[in-house]
T-cell receptor
């Protein structure tokens, strides 16, 4: 089984809809992250969580919210989706002796 | 302000050539972390290395090596004897914790390795 899973893998939705992207990990890591990637660009940090009770905004958190339901689960919500939120979304974990990072496979979100 | 520059947008090499991907960063923090990631055509992201600002030792992992030089604010990545499977976009990133955690990615370098 994959270390980090994301659901759904692809989603097409309409402007104004609420969307939740889910992330689960089996690494036992405390630190988890949500990033978005726009075509031809690097990643931008949306939210991060260094443990279950610690949630912080990243550089581009406007229009997004998160929930850390457990150490293993970190969900990203778009309360009212807009077209410029069309992007590839990645969840990641970090931990272990070498602070290794593991990424989920990504969720491709299209907002029409 | 933090900044990461990957000046090489695309590089094309022939298999077995060595190739170096450049990364120059800017930060006023004395404690920071540098990263390299690989994104193959399939789209997933693969973590390659994490280096803290106090460790300037070069790192080698198989055909991959990294050269960290604080004096020039660079963290360059070399692939020795490149292979077709190395074709990907490579991202360099910088993380700092002062005033809250921040992470900045470079725009990436697309590497084409031709057989």
């Amino acid at each position: 089984d994959a270390d980090v899973t994301q659901t759904p893998r692809n989603r097409i939705t309409k402007t104004g809809k609420r969307i939740m992207l889910e992330c689960s990990q089996t690494k036992g890591h405390d630190r988890m992250y949500w990033y978005r990637q726009d075509p031809g660009l690097g990643l931008q940090l949306i939210y991060y969580s260094f443990d279950v009770k610690d949630i912080n905004k990243g550089e581009i958190s406007d229009g997004y919210s998160v929930s850390r339901q457990a150490q293993a689960k970190f969900s990203l919500s778009l309360e009212s989706a807009i077209p410029n939120q069309t992007a590839l979304y990645f969840c990641a974990t970090e931990g272990g002796n070498a602070d290794t990072q593991y990424f989920g496979p990504g969720t491709r979100l299209t907002v029409l | 302000a933090q900044k990461v520059t990957q000046a090489q947008t695309e590089i094309s090499v022939v298999e077995k050539e060595d190739v170096t991907l450049d990364c120059v960063y800017e930060t006023r923090d004395t404690t920071y972390y540098l990263f390299w990631y690989k994104q193959p055509p399939s789209g997933e992201l693969v973590f390659l290395i994490r280096r803290n600002s106090f460790d300037e030792q070069n790192e080698i992992s198989g055909r991959y090596s990294w050269n960290f030089q604080k004096s020039t604010s660079s963290f360059n990545f070399t692939i020795t004897a490149s292979q077709v499977v190395d074709s990907a976009v490579y991202f360099c990133a910088l993380s700092t914790y002062t005033g809250g955690f921040k992470t900045i990615f470079g725009a990436g370098t697309r590497l084409f390795v031709k057989a």
